[in-house]
């Protein structure tokens, strides 16, 4: 089911070469559309969102009412909301640990310095319609949010024929303020513009498809948005200690997700990974989407038998997952070495599907080697800052001196001029 490469150099570059090309191709007949649609909701507003809704959804936005998010919860089954309820105040708990706060303290030279935290103003969650009904997404987006002290929070999805209540439940858990049924690229650029009854957002988060994504990267500068998420990966190092079919279940849990994701299993032992390849044939034979597995660990799942434990973590901070779990005798002995991960799952008994629905941490993480750079999604995304600076004659005078030479040495002579005002009777 799954290549088993023995690490040379040259094998193991291919396969990660072949990772990396499948996050980055972009469909150019999606982009012109979507710069298309992006331009006309830019230019004339909610009439050219209600057309393309027709065009793709066939309906028109409109808002969905509080009355039909408490028949959501109340529709769910018992377990679910219990679910959803401690799932959500796990993620509050730890965004709350998370939180930054503002403070001011005295510089050395004798002014008040510091910063002012502040949550943004208004943001957007987009949570994608038809088949695709995560309302453990609403919850991850929408929580660390409402910690960050968010004015308004504002979730949209397609206007599809019938609305999830799961979804429509975990808005209500998460304290979204409004829900809107619009979604596609106009949806995007409803709320970057403005449009009507659709307000402008300060920032976007949320997954959503190809022309999502492309509305995505043409909105940021208007707005902040998350990220541009790739396929979905995880990396598993393990060693001759790790029960194979715990491995193999971890490997498919991310290959079930579509057919560009990606299981990676890096080892030190060629008998584990035969192992875990044997038991992905016997898992994947009772899984539902087994089709879907198929594909996507053909193309793009391995298992790289390196030298050592170290080369194995070598080869995950060059691939920067978005998932990593580390599944050794001893897990935390490798942890120092990691450098790039989205998250990074220890032990046999921290799966990823643990991080994806309940422990707390969030499940919206760089994908596509972006970990090099990027961090998961958290309170932290959706606070400002501003810097605060207050100085009396005191304090400012001693250094009037250097500012101005610094001033006149960029030939800045207004900025120089600002300070010689203050302590000279002629400029």
Not at 21 to 38: F, P, Y
Not at 229 to 239: M, N, Q, T
Request: charged letters at 25%; a negative charge; glycine letters at 8%.
């Amino acid at each position: 089911m799954i290549t088993i490469i023995r690490a040379d150099g040259t094998a193991e570059r291919r396969q990660l070469d072949a990772m990396r090309a499948r996050a980055s191709e972009k469909n150019a007949d999606v982009e012109l559309t979507v710069q298309a649609i992006m331009e006309n909701v830019r230019q004339e507003g909610l009439p050219a969102v209600e057309r393309y809704s027709r065009q793709f959804d066939h309906k028109v936005p409109y808002e969905i009412k509080r009355e039909r998010l408490d028949e959501a919860y109340a529709a769910c089954p018992a377990e679910l909301i219990s679910a959803l309820e401690h799932a959500a105040q796990n993620i509050r708990n730890y965004n709350e640990k998370l939180l930054s706060k503002s403070a001011e303290w005295i510089s050395p030279d004798g002014g008040k310095v510091g910063r002012i935290v502040r949550g943004m103003n208004r943001v957007g969650i987009y949570v994608p319609g038809g088949t695709a009904a995560y309302p453990s997404s609403v919850l991850m987006n929408a929580v660390p949010a409402k910690v960050a002290g968010v004015g308004e929070i504002v979730m949209i999805t397609p206007p599809t024929e019938n609305l999830s209540d799961a979804v429509l439940a975990a808005a209500k858990i998460a304290g979204v303020d409004r829900v809107i049924a619009v979604g596609g690229a106009q949806g995007v650029a409803a709320v970057t513009y403005g449009a009507g009854f659709i307000p402008r957002v300060d920032k976007l988060v949320g997954p959503g498809n190809a022309y999502v994504a492309a509305a995505k990267r043409l909105a940021y500068g208007l707005l902040d948005i998350d990220m541009v998420a790739g396929p979905s990966e995880v990396l598993v190092i393990a060693d001759k200690t790790a029960e194979p079919k715990y491995i193999a279940a971890d490997l498919l849990s991310q290959a079930e997700h579509d057919r560009l994701a990606s299981a990676v299993l890096l080892t030190d032992s060629m008998e584990l990974a035969q192992a875990v390849d044997g038991e992905i044939v016997r898992q994947t034979g009772y899984l539902s989407r087994s089709e879907i597995m198929e594909a996507s660990l053909r193309d793009f799942g391995c298992g790289i038998v390196c030298e050592s434990l170290d080369k194995c973590v070598e080869i995950a901070n060059e691939i920067a997952p978005e998932h990593l779990e580390i599944v050794t005798g001893n897990p935390r002995e490798l942890l120092p070495r990691v450098k790039n991960a989205g998250a990074v799952f220890l032990g046999a008994y921290t799966p990823e599907p643990l991080g994806d629905y309940l422990a707390g941490p969030d499940h919206v993480l760089p994908t596509s080697g972006t970990a090099r750079f990027f961090s998961p999604l958290s309170v932290d995304s959706f606070l400002k800052t501003m810097s605060v600076l207050e100085f009396d004659r005191e304090a400012l005078e001693p250094i009037s001196g250097e500012i101005i030479a610094m001033a006149q040495a960029e030939k800045l002579t207004a900025h120089a001029n600002s300070i010689q005002v203050r302590f000279c009777t002629q400029p």
